[in-house]
């Protein structure tokens, strides 16, 4: 049973910086594809980034330049480097495998982009 924990969100003004943690238990972590996803209110959970095994990353265009993700498998965690965050960032932030079907949920971690 592949468990989830995101950490690291917060309240931040407009141009401000964060970055969110996730780690992972119950898998082999370091051959999956792992992924950061965000469901703003009203909204569908949409896909942020992702990074393959191998380190591969691709992004929604509307976070290319601003956000970075990353991995530590010796830590079983991956992160997502925010920077330069918008209101529209605003969001419940979860990570999950990138490909095939999901694991469950975790609980995610609110974004409040907000001057």
């Given at each position: 049973?592949?468990?989830?924990?995101?950490?690291?969100?917060?309240?931040?003004q407009p141009g401000g910086s964060l970055?969110?943690?996730?780690?992972?238990?119950?898998?082999?972590?370091?051959?999956?594809?792992?992924?950061?996803?965000?469901?703003?209110?009203?909204?569908?959970?949409?896909?942020?980034?992702?990074?393959?095994?191998?380190?591969?990353?691709?992004?929604?265009?509307?976070?290319?330049?601003?956000?970075?993700?990353?991995?530590?498998?010796?830590?079983?965690?991956?992160?997502?480097?925010?920077?330069?965050l918008k209101p529209d960032d605003t969001?419940?932030?979860?990570?999950?495998?990138?490909?095939?079907?999901?694991?469950?949920?975790?609980?995610?971690?609110q974004v409040t982009v907000s001057s």
């Open positions: 049973q592949v468990q989830l924990v995101e950490s690291g969100g917060g309240l931040v970055r969110l943690s996730c780690a992972v238990s119950g898998s082999i972590f370091s051959i999956y594809r792992m992924a950061w996803y965000r469901q703003a209110p009203g909204k569908q959970r949409m896909l942020v980034a992702t990074i393959s095994s191998a380190g591969t990353t691709n992004y929604a265009d509307s976070v290319k330049g601003r956000f970075t993700i990353y991995r530590d498998n010796a830590k079983n965690t991956v992160y997502l480097q925010m920077n330069d969001a419940v932030y979860y990570c999950n495998t990138g490909s095939g079907s999901p694991w469950n949920w975790g609980q995610g971690t």
